[in-house]
């Protein structure tokens, strides 16, 4: 799979705002939603747009796949 490093980040990301921001919201979490560019978004929008770039990767998952 070529060009997975820009999802494979975001991935990471994610996966720091989820572990986080679970019990209690540190710096590490708000350095974690500033990296995403969401610290400034209000919950909504920040929310709509992890979702678009879950879709982005998922997309880009199917094109790597689908060349086999």
Known sequence: MTGGDT???FLRDLQRIRSKGVHRKTG??????EKLGI???H?????????????????????????K
Do not use: I
């Not at 590490?28 to 939603?33: C, F, K, S």
């Open 43 to 67: 919950r909504v929008d920040g929310s709509h747009r992890l979702f678009e770039e879950a879709v982005n990767f998922l997309r880009w998952l199917e094109d790597q796949l689908s060349l």
């Open 7 to 9: 999802h494979v980040q």
């Open 39 to 41: 610290a400034a978004m």
């Open 28 to 33: 590490e979490y708000e350095q974690a939603l």
